[in-house]
């Protein structure tokens, strides 16, 4: 008889044995296929809403191109260079803010670097298009502020808006390619 009861609960151990590791094993490999899953569906969305936020960009920074912001050489804006209407400074406003509401989705599903990189482009945009929005409509109304009737003085920011602005970009370029492990 114990002869018997050691067999049967050799048989019983190897084959409860067998199927606890083969479900162990089983268990573990899902949860990596489950987090390879989550990782490959977060990078498919960080591509398709990184790209998304450089099109915005595209778009705001093709408006501000062709503005023409000419300074003198005392600093002062050349009112009479600007070239924009109400029709362009409402498209630039609409594309400015689009592109601070991708940003906005950008900080909540992106690292670090790469949402800093964002708010850095998003900060310029919106800067220069505030400004050209301003003096656009100085240009369109003096009597808009009083200063435009005089002309608007020039910071130091608005000197190095449109460079600082370009240099920003290529810095989200490098985050945004690290990010999602893109080679240059």
Do not use: K
Request: proline residues 2%; contains cysteine.
């Amino acid at each position: 008889m114990t002869s018997v009861s050691t067999v049967i609960a050799a048989v019983i151990g190897a084959v409860v044995g067998s199927l606890g590791g083969a479900y162990l094993g089983v268990a573990v490999g899902a949860d990596r296929d489950d987090e390879r899953s989550n990782r490959e569906f977060l990078r498919t969305q960080r591509v398709a809403l990184y790209g998304e936020y450089l099109a915005a960009v595209d778009e705001a920074r093709s408006l501000i191109d062709p503005v023409h912001l000419d300074l003198n050489p005392d600093g002062t804006f050349i009112l009479d260079a600007v070239t924009i209407d109400a029709e362009q400074t409402a498209a630039l406003a609409r594309a400015s803010g689009r592109v601070a509401t991708l940003q906005g989705q950008i900080y909540v599903i992106a690292g670090d670097e790469v949402a800093e990189a964002a708010q850095t482009v998003t900060g310029h945009i919106t800067w220069i298009s505030d400004l050209t929005e301003y003096v656009g409509r100085c240009r369109i109304d003096v009597s808009y502020d009083d200063g435009c009737a005089s002309q608007l003085l020039a910071d130091e920011a608005a000197l190095r808006g449109v460079p600082e602005l370009e240099a920003a970009h290529r810095q989200y370029m490098r985050a945004a390619r690290q990010e999602l492990q893109v080679p240059e």
